[in-house]
């Protein structure tokens, strides 16, 4: 409501599209526009699918500062489905329960928000945070993917994984420790690479994102 009556100043009569996060779009027609609520008129309605066949769910260590929301932010514009934010040893972001609930609720924004942006009509979740160890632990069915710069895999010479959802692990600033990238494997993530070079985390996260969309998703 604010964005529509006070940023982009949208009068009665004026006509706008609406998403409601169902992967249908609307057709609309402002009927009055106060200081507490934008009245509309449905026009039509449509399925507008823009979602990629790639079932990516993000696991992402926390990092710090605003890098955290630029790589929500650019997740959602590259089509991943679910992002949970994730503890591990070297974690730099130390957060209380209340801080945190806050967080996630502003993360959902970021990720409406870039919805908007981009086009997309189906919101991703942005889960409640999690130990790395528990994420690991999820959708055993599912091909998980760990980045490191030795692995024996890059992103176009994996083996065929089928419809199956892929789970991307990313770690933080400092990297995952010794234990953590044991208990990856133990929880049969395949470890693959981006090249020699080493990245951070939100240029990794990204890069990733990328490869497996071009590889097995919509970019092309």
């Not at 309605?45 to 890098?67: F, I, P, T």
């Not at 942006?117 to 889960?127: F, K, L, M, T, Y």
Request: aromatic share 4%; with cysteine; glycine share 6%.
């Amino acid at each position: 409501m604010n964005h529509v009556a006070r940023v982009l100043r949208m009068q009665e009569g004026d006509l706008l599209t609406l998403f409601d996060g169902s992967n249908w779009t609307f057709d609309a027609r402002i009927k009055t526009v106060t200081k507490k609520a934008v009245e509309v008129e449905i026009l039509s309605a449509q399925l507008d699918d823009k979602e990629s066949a790639l079932n990516l769910h993000l696991g992402q260590v926390m990092s710090r500062g605003d890098r955290m929301e630029f790589t929500i932010q650019k997740s959602v514009e590259l089509g991943v489905k679910t992002i949970t934010p994730l503890w591990s040893e070297r974690c730099g972001v130390k957060l209380d329960e209340t801080r945190m609930a806050k967080k996630i609720q502003q993360w959902q924004k970021i990720a409406i928000a870039a919805c908007e942006q981009c086009g997309r009509n189906v919101i991703p979740e942005i889960r409640p945070m999690m130990k790395l160890e528990e994420w690991c632990q999820e959708e055993p069915e599912a091909l998980k993917l760990n980045l490191h710069p030795r692995a024996k895999y890059s992103v176009k010479t994996l083996p065929d994984f089928g419809e199956r959802p892929v789970r991307l692990l990313i770690g933080s600033e400092g990297g995952l420790s010794a234990t953590e990238i044991a208990k990856t494997v133990e929880q049969g993530f395949t470890e693959i690479q981006l090249g020699k070079r080493v990245l951070r985390t939100e240029t990794a996260a990204l890069a990733a994102i990328t490869a497996l969309q071009i590889c097995f998703g919509d970019l092309a």
